[in-house]
């Protein structure tokens, strides 16, 4: 995506954009850029193909929602905004500039909303929606009423998107396809720097400098947060500073503004220590566990801190913080086993994510029910995906979701479960989204934990597993909604952003 060709913020305004449609409403990111505009009071209309829960929301808040795709869907209808998943030749795409509407990428429509607010971006490689929500809470609890577009859902708030009435804004930057690039930010916070996405950047270096292009779009009576624990973040912050620019950085690094000590994590959450300007800022406490999960809330210390905000606010929102869905989200326990969502499906986050589960699982087994995301990241990284897999003591493995995108020969998780490093009883590679339930069912036992981990369909299958495990008992799943396979391991989709 040429970001060149795209309204920078600052231009337009929510209002000006009128009646508005947005192909793919049923996405996380397109419903909670729908549920801004809708709290704001603008008329919004979306299209979609299956029914995703955030559906009934925007109902309920007076959007109008299309089961279709079609040319009448856009009747009445003054801008079109799309995703990155949306292709140019969509029937909606086509007809909206066939009538001469105003048509936005989500991330301009998402800009012009901004106009005339103190933006705090989070980008980053991994961490950028719980980062987002820390710093929202944080904002929240101090008084301010940011509005904020986060990349998830709030655990227990059940919102990703929000019209405040202060002067605040918090969005998830989104690095993946440039478009990050647009944002015009007072505060610019970068967790880490990693090669991802490299199918748009094409290296490492390529994809630093665009982490460089975008603080440097930072205001400059604002700041650059990044951090010192980070190779990446430290390097940029090493070339932010030789250009004269306001960088603070945080981590358990020495030299780090914002200085972590004494960082423990446990099943019962993560604590530390923080000091800045030779000020200690007392005790940091999360109610989930973690080390990232407590570099993460350094961040937001560290934003509420030069904000002028009490940290009190701070410690008291960090200290309540319920997570985040699909972001170490407990789903539920069936016959003695806990389990457990997770969004990752970067090596890194997997990682960090699976050393975190197993804290969890204390003297039970990890099993990790996995369904990777995007074909050239899977071949790319194959074998530090297959590493990071290594962790598990069971591993299901679903084919690679990879929507629009064409398997080359001896690509996908056939040829990834052949690299992980488990003995061959313990893993296996299922080709139907039915049997990874039965698996799992089969392989664990009381006091496993089980995680189903990667691409967004997985989420869906977290009732399936309670379940097929309760039904060996003889029990069934209370309160629970099974969903099946509507997206399923195929990679079929509707088209929502």
Known sequence: MNTAQFTPAGTLT???????????????????????FLTR???????????????????ALGGTIHMTHEASNLDGVDTVVYSSAIPQDHLEMVEARRRGLRVLHRSEALAAAMTGRRVVAVAGTHGKTTTTSMVTMVLQQAGTDPSFVI???IS????????????????????????????RPYVSIITNIEADHLNTYGDLANLEAAFAEFARLTDPDGFIITCADDAGGRRLAE?????????????????????????????????????????????????IPGRHMGLNSASAVLAAYLLGLPVEAAEVALGAFPGVRRRFERKGVADGVLI??????????????LQTLREVAGDGRLIVVFQPYRLYRTRDLQAEIAAALGIAD???????????????????????????????????FVDSWDDAPVEVARRARSGDVVVTMGAPPISLMGDQLLDALLA??????????????AVGPDGTASAAG
């Open 156 to 183: 227990e708030v059940g919102s990703g998107a929000h019209h405040g009435t202060g002067e605040h804004f918090v969005v998830e930057a989104d690095e993946s396809d440039r478009s990050f690039l647009i944002y």
């Open 394 to 428: 069971e591993l299901v493995l679903l084919e690679v979701f990879g929507p629009g995108e064409l398997r080359q020969p001896g690509e996908g998780s056939a040829a990834l479960i052949e690299v992980v490093p488990l003995d061959a009883a313990h893993k296996v």
């Open 41 to 59: 009071g603008l008329p919004v209309s979306g299209s979609e193909l299956r029914e995703w829960p955030s559906l009934a929301g925007l109902r």
């Open 340 to 353: 457990y969502d997770e969004y990752a499906y970067h090596p890194t986050s997997m990682t960090l994510a």
């Open 14 to 36: 929510a209002e000006d954009l009128g009646r508005i449609h947005l192909i793919g409403v049923g996405g996380v990111g397109m419903s909670g850029l729908a549920r801004l």
């Open 472 to 485: 060996r008992t003889g029990g069934a799943a209370a309160g629970t909604t099974a969903l099946g396979p």
């Open 239 to 287: 070339t932010l500073r030789a250009e004269g620019r306001r960088v603070w950085t945080y981590g358990e690094a020495a030299d780090a503004d914002l200085r972590l000590s004494g960082m423990a994590s446990s099943a019962r959450g993560v604590r530390y220590l923080a000091e800045i300007e030779g000020r200690s800022l007392g005790e940091i406490r999360l109610p």
């Open 151 to 153: 990349g998830g859902e």
